[in-house]
């Protein structure tokens, strides 16, 4: 059910170890949320292009983790540092591009998420 989203700016490259960080974020999620790791979904969407703050060279990483409703705040507060930090684990600097990463846990409304597996 975890729904995770990835946009990462091209210039980070193979200096972003995309399979690196999914798989770990599926593993070290999955028991804080009580969902198996086969419910988790992470795509990835490459920024060709991007404006960060004045337009001074920057890349940026932005993850939004979508839950299905109904987890307190803390345990959602906690989904983010668990997952903001296997960010930074996972991403290699780049010589002359800071890099910002940014992260939102959302809720997914529970009486509209549908799944089927065929």
Do not use: C, N, W
């Amino acid at each position: 059910m975890p729904q995770i989203t990835v946009e990462y700016s091209a210039e980070l490259g193979d200096g972003f170890d995309r399979r690196g960080f999914a798989l770990a974020l599926h593993r070290t999620v999955g028991p804080l949320v009580s969902a198996e790791v086969a419910a988790f979904k992470t795509r990835f969407r490459r920024i060709e292009e991007s404006v960060i703050g004045d337009g001074s060279p920057a890349a940026m990483v932005h993850i939004r983790v979508g839950l299905l409703q109904g987890r307190p705040v803390e345990l959602k507060q906690e989904v983010g540092q668990v997952v903001i930090g296997l960010a930074r684990d996972h991403l290699k600097p780049v010589e002359g591009l800071p890099t910002q990463v940014s992260l939102e846990v959302h809720d997914m409304d529970r009486e509209q998420y549908q799944k089927i597996v065929l």
